[in-house]
């Protein structure tokens, strides 16, 4: 199993900007996709964006999608997430997980919690108003 640490949260005024960074060690991280999520106080925890092993293809959540950028360096056994233009409604634990998914149908159920076997702890994201 690869092991995930999440960092780069923290206070930010409406507007601003983050860069989360989720760092792997463990295993070959180059194995494995990626994703990052998020639990607000109270709901369930949700999709942000999913980055393939490669770094190939990506996929976001509507409600992010053109203000956060996924990325990786699977030479720093590191993903991004870029967080612009951010909202009081993106206030949140940010997680990073990991998931190993072969086959024709890959990309099916990225956005799918129980998809991803390994979870980071979690970075708090406060967005103020």
């Known amino acids: 199993q690869v092991q995930l640490v999440e960092s780069g949260g923290g206070l930010v005024q409406a507007g601003g900007s983050l860069r989360l960074s989720c760092a792997a060690s463990?295993?070959?991280?180059?194995?494995?996709?990626m994703g990052w999520f998020r639990q607000a106080p109270g709901k369930e925890r949700e999709f942000v964006a999913f980055s393939r092993w490669s770094g190939g293809s990506t996929y976001y959540a509507d409600s992010v999608k053109g203000r956060f950028t996924i990325s990786r360096d699977n030479a720093k056994n590191t993903v991004y997430l870029q967080m612009n233009s951010l909202k009081p409604e993106d206030t949140g634990v940010y997680y990073c997980?990991?998931?190993?998914?072969?086959?024709?149908?890959?990309?099916?159920?990225?956005?799918?919690?129980?998809?991803?076997?390994?979870w980071g702890q979690g970075t708090q994201v406060t967005v103020s108003s």
């Open positions: 463990g295993r070959t991280f180059s194995n494995y996709d």
């Open positions: 997980a990991a998931r190993t998914v072969d086959g024709s149908r890959w990309f099916v159920y990225v956005r799918s919690v129980s998809e991803y076997s390994t």
